[in-house]
């Protein structure tokens, strides 16, 4: 099993091997998971909500 990446990158100048910022680069990020602002975060599938469902309510 490949190591599970850090949950938040620590910003050295050499990145480490389970870097986020390093991982998604090179496409080593498990299923699910993106990074935003430095820190891993898993990706929501549902449909995010619209301009017209908005008016709506």
């Known amino acids: 099993m490949a190591k ?5 990158c620590c910003v050295s100048k050499p990145k480490c091997k389970r870097c986020p910022l390093r991982m998604m680069r090179e496409g080593r990020l498990p299923d699910g998971y993106t990074v ?22």
Request: aromatic share 0%.
């Open 36 to 57: 935003k602002k430095r820190k891993l975060v898993k990706v929501d599938k549902k449909s995010k909500s619209s301009k017209k469902k908005l008016a709506a309510a």
């Open 4 to 8: 599970k990446p850090k949950k938040k």
